[in-house]
């Protein structure tokens, strides 16, 4: 009997021993399970920066490229912190979503600063977003990705428009008058140059010059803000609207082929004639035909008898150099066909500017919730004040 209970106890303690075992065992699965996801969750990012631009193909993107590129270069000579940079340059989206394709692939990315070239880039950046790659969008916003952007940053398009419209009427434009448009392209940039230039007109936005801190509204140039009749009637009776693509040669074209017709819409009202054109090159165009034979004497003549003003966006140096007097061969053409001729202060150095807060982010100086906006400030440019800054270098 006592044999008997002690195999008992035997038994007993034996079963006991393994169950602890087993259980031994599945706790230290269980840890190491919860450690390899605890690793996979604190993996950390690479160290590499990829700059994403458009390509040089006009002035304005260009010199942002050549912007860029400087910044690139002195990430790799170590001067912002340790990280490496790699600029990519394209034309398009569809070549920027296979160079999101690659960079998944290296799989060391910090971070991207992208430069949409159009909207067909959004399946590059909604690749970076399922990858959990943190991302600025710059310049061309994409409005179907951006809130998923750690910031979208470029120059404020719909200031540079009201910008625009407060310039332009304030030399006289009315709901009666000639307007030629010279568009950049599809993308938000022009969108929202034209969203600002009306809602300046309707009083739904007031233009805020940065250079003389002063805010200006519709009531202070025309006494009361325009009605959505008259902003249509501008737009759409004796209105011409080109796009261009960002492009000098393009611009020329349209202008070569439709002035006749915009002279004569201008004479059939008020003789004034109002040019808002989105970008330095496409009002140097202008100026750079006139400067030549290609109209005649007569058609010249019938211009020069007209009110005629015109914007621009950018700051070339070239556009500066006509501003203050200084080419010799453009400057006396602005004088004799233009009674008004500006260029709103969007500088391309703002490129370096977006990566820089590429860097912040990563460096946690950072004070924007995800999908935030930030614009940087524009201002007017004209023979008044164009000695006081140089411009960017242009083509």
Same mark, same amino acid.
């Given at each position: ?193 034209? +969203? ?91 100026? +750079? ?107």
């Amino acid at each position: 009997m006592k044999r008997k209970l002690l195999a008992l106890v035997l038994v007993l303690c034996m079963t006991a021993g393994a169950a602890a075992c087993k259980n031994a065992e599945k706790d230290v699965e269980t840890d190491s399970a919860e450690t390899e996801e605890s690793q996979e969750e604190e993996k950390p990012l690479g160290n590499q920066i990829y700059v994403m631009t458009a390509a040089p193909d006009h002035g304005w993107t260009g010199q942002g490229a050549a912007y860029a590129a400087a910044f690139v270069d002195e990430i790799n000579l170590g001067i912002h912190g340790d990280y490496a940079a790699v600029h990519y340059i394209a034309d398009n989206g569809e070549t920027q979503n296979e160079q999101v394709q690659e960079i998944l692939a290296n799989n060391d990315a910090a971070g991207v600063m992208f430069w949409g070239c159009d909207d067909s880039a959004k399946e590059g950046q909604q690749a970076l977003i399922d990858a959990g790659i943190p991302w600025i969008s710059y310049d061309r916003i994409i409005e179907d990705t951006m809130d998923q952007a750690v910031l979208n940053y470029s120059g404020d398009n719909w200031q540079s428009g009201a910008a625009v419209a407060y310039y332009l009427i304030t030399h006289g434009m009315t709901p009666e008058s000639t307007l030629v448009q010279f568009t950049g392209d599809a993308s938000t940039v022009s969108e929202r140059r034209l +969203e600002g230039f009306k809602n300046f007109l309707l009083g739904q936005e007031d233009y805020y010059d940065a250079e003389s801190d002063k805010i200006y509204t519709i009531d202070d140039v025309n006494g009361k803000a325009w009605t959505q009749e008259e902003v249509d009637k501008l737009c759409t009776e004796n209105y011409f609207e080109y796009n261009c693509d960002w492009s000098n040669e393009k611009a020329k074209e349209y202008i070569e082929g439709n002035l006749s017709s915009w002279i004569e819409a201008a004479e059939s009202t008020d003789n004034t004639l109002f040019i808002f054109s989105m970008d330095d090159e496409m009002s140097l165009a202008f100026l +750079e035909l006139l400067s030549g034979d290609v109209f005649d004497d007569s058609v010249k003549g019938e211009l020069e008898a007209l009110t005629v003003n015109m914007s621009a966006v950018g700051g070339m140096e070239e556009m500066y150099a006509v501003l203050r007097g200084d080419d010799a061969q453009l400057s006396p053409v602005a004088d004799t066909y233009f009674e008004g001729l500006m260029s709103v202060y969007y500088n391309p150095i703002m490129t370096q500017t977006a990566i820089q807060k590429l860097l912040d982010y990563l460096d946690g100086t950072w004070d924007y919730a995800l999908g935030a906006e930030d614009y940087e400030p524009v201002f007017i440019v004209d023979s008044g004040n164009a000695a006081e800054y140089e411009g960017f270098l242009g083509r």
